[in-house]
């Protein structure tokens, strides 16, 4: 499986895209769990709410996953839910299902530790240590190149460009994978799409035993 986050600065068109991906591939996502939550708090927040946040983040993509695993195996109803994972099919292949090619996510734990470093001067070890065993294949980094769209929940109408370069630089210095995806909708998806094709393509078949 293929576990690709998509980021990028407020206003960048990452949940646009993330969508659209999901729909072109029929594969499961996380939502981002931060407007929610913070849509209950009237906007208001301090540095222990974005402990909760990466918490119940991380949370949420665990179930998710689970929850794309499970639809995935309904896709092979000729493999049994209780079928013992030794016996083999009348070809002598055993049987199991074919890895989830792909799981998409609206934001990861490096966009919390930079909103912590913006906010708050310093990024507490707990978001830390999310951010570093929170493990993901590659980064999409949206450039915000396109209209700002207000938002009461958003907070950074003026300074897109710095933060895409704090993104930039934050995943440079992590040795994380990314690409950049810029300009409109449309070739959003061409560059991003072909970019998963090759991705999902260039991995060695892997299977899941029941």
Same mark, same amino acid.
């Given at each position: 499986?293929?576990?690709?986050?998509?980021?990028?600065?407020?206003?960048?068109?990452?949940?646009?895209?993330?969508?659209?991906?999901?729909?072109?591939?029929?594969?499961?996502?996380?939502?981002?769990?931060?407007?929610?939550?913070?849509?209950?708090?009237?906007?208001?927040y301090d540095e222990q709410d974005l402990r909760i946040i990466a918490g119940v983040q991380n949370d949420v993509e665990i179930?998710?996953?689970?929850?794309?695993?499970?639809?995935?195996?309904?896709?092979?109803?000729?493999?049994?839910?209780? &079928?013992? #994972?030794?016996?083999?099919? $009348?070809?002598?292949?055993?049987?199991?299902? /074919?890895?989830?090619?792909?799981? =998409?996510?609206?934001?990861?734990m490096i966009t919390i530790r930079i909103w912590s470093q913006e906010k708050f001067g310093h990024v507490h070890p707990e978001?830390?240590?999310?951010?570093?065993?929170?493990?993901?294949?590659?980064?999409?980094? &949206?450039? #915000?190149?396109?209209?700002? $769209?207000?938002?009461?929940?958003?907070?950074? /109408?003026?300074?897109?460009?710095? =933060?895409?370069?704090?993104?930039?630089?934050?995943?440079?210095?992590?040795?994380?994978?990314?690409?950049?995806?810029?300009?409109?909708?449309?070739?959003?998806?061409?560059?991003?799409?072909?970019?998963?094709?090759?991705?999902?393509?260039?991995?060695?078949?892997?299977?899941?035993?029941?």
């Amino acid at each position: 499986m293929r576990k690709i986050a998509i980021v990028g600065p407020e206003s960048s068109g990452k949940t646009t895209l993330c969508e659209a991906l999901a729909a072109y591939y029929d594969a499961p996502m996380t939502t981002e769990i931060a407007r929610g939550y913070l849509a209950e708090q009237d906007g208001k927040y301090d540095e222990q709410d974005l402990r909760i946040i990466a918490g119940v983040q991380n949370d949420v993509e665990i179930v998710e996953m689970e929850r794309g695993w499970q639809a995935h195996q309904e896709n092979f109803p000729h493999i049994g839910a209780d &079928c013992d #994972p030794f016996e083999s099919d $009348e070809t002598g292949k055993p049987l199991v299902y /074919p890895e989830m090619p792909l799981f =998409l996510c609206d934001t990861d734990m490096i966009t919390i530790r930079i909103w912590s470093q913006e906010k708050f001067g310093h990024v507490h070890p707990e978001i830390e240590n999310l951010v570093q065993r929170t493990e993901y294949d590659y980064w999409v980094l &949206c450039r #915000p190149d396109i209209p700002w $769209e207000p938002d009461p929940l958003r907070e950074n /109408p003026h300074d897109r460009d710095r =933060l895409f370069e704090v993104f930039e630089q934050n995943l440079r210095d992590l040795g994380r994978p990314f690409i950049v995806i810029e300009g409109s909708h449309e070739e959003r998806m061409r560059k991003a799409t072909a970019f998963i094709d090759v991705f999902i393509d260039g991995d060695p078949v892997k299977e899941r035993s029941v």
